[in-house]
């Protein structure tokens, strides 16, 4: 497999083994997670779901037979006194699993993968099975994170190329293992900030960039701008220099509500306004990561999703 280092290999095979156990888990919030976890206290691990869902610590005796050496030869575990704790977790999503890091994601090249990574590739599934979407045959994900969005468009559309652009070189690599395990040889990874460096016009460009503002400005997590917006409005210019006219973008992001209105909407309307472009907007969900409440002033923040489709 092209790109794969023999540790990555390990890692694919690791994904494979687990997948075959019927493994299944739906990652939630990391608010929530937290309150599940605080239930067992330091009770080791059950089974499998517990190891790389739940990220806790786990005796290798319960690991199915030949487990326990890959996640060594792929540097995926550490251990802490007589148990182990998996640097990995795995969710599933679209009849497959997808990579991503450890609960909590704490460090600042942590790989994110939760209940947004759930919303966005609903919004863009329903986008394109509705027959809303342009007919594509290259796409990018900006800022792909473990991957998910753009190995879903690269088994939807085998034919298509998509390229999977980040900045963290951790997200490229979970991407890289993450379409190996998928089977989808027709998704690139490229670094790239925001799509800087990577050539060529997209007839369709689908983001779901960090909308937060993390102190630590953690890459996962932080949006920039007054209230988390900066990131976003970014994508929207830079798919309109990259889009080939009739092309579309799909941003999936969250929105900081002040006062009952919507200044990211509001900004994003600024943009367009006076163009030929067509746009539409939605909230997907109006209440979001409610705990960020306590040091951002806002009402709510909302998760919703803006298609754009350039003019010919």
Not at 43 to 57: K, V
Not at 139 to 146: V, Y
Not at 289 to 312: N, P, Q, S
Request: charged fraction near 25%; aromatic fraction near 8%; charge should be negative.
């Amino acid at each position: 497999m092209v790109g794969l280092s023999a540790v990555d290999l390990s890692l694919v095979e690791v994904a494979r083994a687990v997948e075959k156990t019927g493994y299944s888990f739906t990652t939630i919030t990391p608010e929530s997670h937290h309150r599940v976890n605080a239930r067992f206290g330091d009770e080791p691990a059950r089974d499998l779901r517990d190891i790389f869902g739940w990220s806790r610590r786990f005796d290798p005796a319960i690991l199915p037979e030949g487990l326990f050496p890959l996640l060594q030869a792929a540097h995926a575990i550490v251990s802490e006194g007589e148990l182990w704790r998996s640097r990995i977790r795995f969710s599933s999503l679209c009849d497959g699993l997808f990579l991503h890091s450890a609960f909590p994601t704490q460090a600042a090249d942590a790989v994110f993968f939760g209940p947004d990574t759930y919303r966005f590739i609903a919004a863009v599934r329903e986008e394109i099975d509705s027959g809303n979407a342009v007919q594509w045959r290259r796409a990018a994900d900006i800022g792909c994170g473990s991957g998910a969005a753009g190995v879903v468009l690269a088994r939807m559309n085998p034919g298509a190329s998509v390229v999977l652009a980040d900045i963290n070189p951790t997200a490229l690599r979970f991407s890289r293992i993450n379409a190996a395990v998928a089977k989808a040889p027709n998704a690139e990874i490229r670094e790239a900030d925001l799509l800087d460096g990577v050539e060529g016009e997209f007839d369709l460009v689908v983001a779901n960039p960090p909308y937060l503002l993390d102190p630590q400005k953690r890459l996962y997590r932080h949006g920039g701008g007054a209230r988390g917006e900066g990131l976003s409005l970014a994508i929207i210019d830079a798919a309109l220099a990259r889009l080939a006219p009739g092309g579309m973008l799909m941003l999936y992001t969250g929105a900081a509500i002040v006062g009952g209105v919507d200044p990211f909407r509001e900004a994003a309307a600024a943009r367009l306004a006076g163009s030929a472009h067509s746009w539409r907007y939605r909230e997907i969900d109006p209440d979001v990561f409610g705990e960020e409440l306590a040091h951002l002033d806002a009402d709510r923040i909302a998760a919703v999703f803006l298609t754009l489709k350039k003019a010919k």
